[in-house]
């Protein structure tokens, strides 16, 4: 199977974790998938993704002292392969696993993804289990001195065939549930030497399972050293640590393009991590408001979208009002996701950025200016700097669809942390 077949542009969908941390339940699971069927689907978004903990009893249920509860209580088969918590995920018992859930998901037109983290459970190395299609036993794969430094759930394995024999089993599974897309944390930035080979298992384990489904790995920062390893082996790779919404680590995500952005291919994407929109925190303590001001949203989104990142929303859905729907739902700024559209940064400095794109495709040029600074600046670049021929040209502004001609330049006066992006034409 050709890896890329199934992830041609960059994947869109709703990521539970910037809501709902460890805590989210099935009702919330389809009630977000529910609002996307019907309001995002025609516009490109697809994924539903249970994020973190999916498997732990009590999650969320200490949170004044642990994100992640040490050795908290997990479900599991007797092969070491965590299961749904049955309390937050009903339709998973008597080992139905998520297989009704993504049915759920799959009959509204949707794709249905999980996180897992990288290894095998503690749990089960501790109580010896079994690893299906060998004769060893979890304890006898996990590597003890080989852990996440903020998650306590995994110990990761050894690089020895049965590992390879008990990442199989897992995509088999997954595979038998109906997942389309998983999200592997504590893996992307190798932080454990077992990092590159436990990739190459999940990628060789997701072509025998005979089931398209895009590899998402996670945390960043990835390697640009490594860019070929991601290309050769992920879907995705995030570029970045944890992003939220704090214009700082915007205004960084414009360093951190440029140093990915002849990395963006069909199947292939540099991912710039979730977009913290709408209502965030409610699994943290409390429901907020995203901190972005309207205009730091649209710089977000007019980035992730020219750059060609995947786009994962953190918002609750239900909660969605006008304004941020109306981000999500910009045709005109959508199409500038595809890989067929190239983007390349033509200017940056610690007051502005200026990028450029050309659709090969459809024969289409964008241009984008970026405001990083405090003030309100006029942002600039001339015709023949930007490599167009003509000495005139018009452009339509891709947040509003108004038209204007402009002679010599493009060129705008521009807010602080906003942006203007056009086609040329």
């Known amino acids: 199977m050709n890896k890329n077949s199934f992830a041609k542009t960059p994947p869109m969908g709703w990521n539970s974790y910037d809501y709902y941390d460890t805590t989210v339940n099935e009702a919330q699971i389809k009630a977000n998938a529910d609002y996307m069927a019907a309001n995002l689907k025609s516009h490109g978004w697809e994924y539903i993704v249970v994020d973190i903990e999916w498997y732990s009893h009590g999650a969320g249920?200490?949170?004044d002292l642990y994100q992640y509860i040490p050795f908290a209580k997990v479900e599991m088969d007797e092969y070491s392969r965590l299961?749904?918590?049955?309390?937050?995920?009903?339709?998973?018992?008597?080992?139905?696993?998520?297989?009704p859930l993504a049915d759920y998901v799959h009959n509204l037109g949707l794709k249905f993804g999980i996180h897992i983290m990288r290894g095998i459970p503690r749990n089960a190395a501790v109580a010896h289990m079994?690893?299906?299609g060998t004769d060893v036993t979890a304890n006898d794969l996990a590597d003890p001195s080989n852990i996440c430094f903020w998650n306590p759930d995994m110990y990761g394995v050894r690089n020895i065939p049965a590992a390879q024999c008990y990442y199989d089993s897992l995509m088999e599974l997954y595979a038998s549930w109906g997942v389309d897309f998983i999200k592997c944390d504590d893996?992307?930035?190798?932080?454990?030497?077992?990092?590159?080979?436990?990739?190459?298992?999940?990628?060789?384990?997701?072509q025998k399972c005979g089931r398209p489904i895009v590899l998402s790995l996670s945390p960043g920062p990835a390697l640009i050293e490594q860019a070929w390893h991601y290309e050769k082996y992920a879907n995705m790779w995030r570029i970045t640590d944890d992003f939220w919404?704090?214009?700082?680590?915007?205004?960084?995500?414009?360093?951190?393009?440029?140093?990915?952005?002849?990395?963006?291919?069909?199947?292939?994407?540099?991912?710039?991590?979730?977009?913290?929109?709408?209502?965030?925190g409610q699994?943290?303590?409390?429901?907020?408001?995203?901190?972005?001001?309207?205009?730091?949203?649209?710089?977000?989104?007019?980035?992730?979208?020219?750059?060609?990142?995947?786009?994962?929303?953190?918002?609750?859905?239900t909660k969605l009002d006008e304004q941020t729907l109306s981000l999500l739902t910009n045709d005109r700024i959508l199409a500038m996701l595809p890989p067929s559209c190239k983007?390349?940064?033509f200017v940056r400095d610690e007051e502005k950025a200026i990028w450029q794109a050309y659709d090969t495709e459809n024969d289409k040029h964008y241009v984008a200016l970026f405001n990083l600074s405090e003030k309100e600046l006029i942002i600039a670049a001339t015709l023949e700097e930007l490599g167009f021929d003509e000495t005139s040209v018009s452009l339509m502004d891709l947040w509003t669809g108004d038209e204007t001609s402009s002679v010599g330049?493009?060129?705008?006066?521009?807010?602080?942390?906003?942006?203007?992006?056009?086609?040329?034409?």
């Not at 893996?187 to 997701?206: G, S």
């Not at 995500?253 to 991590?273: A, I, K, T």
Request: glycine fraction near 6%; aromatic fraction near 10%.
């Open 61 to 63: 249920t200490r949170r």
């Open 245 to 280: 919404d704090d214009f700082a680590l915007l205004k960084n995500m414009f360093w951190r393009c440029e140093l990915w952005q002849n990395h963006v291919s069909e199947g292939c994407y540099p991912d710039c991590d979730m977009l913290p929109l709408g209502k965030l």
């Open 409 to 425: 330049s493009i060129s705008a006066r521009i807010k602080p942390h906003a942006c203007m992006v056009y086609e040329v034409r």
């Open 187 to 206: 893996i992307c930035r190798y932080d454990m030497p077992t990092c590159r080979a436990e990739i190459e298992m999940l990628h060789k384990a997701i």
């Open 343 to 345: 983007p390349s940064q």
């Open 283 to 317: 699994g943290f303590g409390a429901e907020r408001d995203t901190n972005f001001t309207y205009d730091e949203q649209k710089t977000m989104m007019t980035l992730w979208c020219l750059f060609g990142s995947p786009l994962m929303l953190g918002a609750e859905m």
């Open 83 to 99: 299961l749904p918590d049955p309390e937050r995920f009903p339709s998973s018992v008597d080992g139905a696993g998520f297989k």
């Open 130 to 132: 079994k690893i299906k």
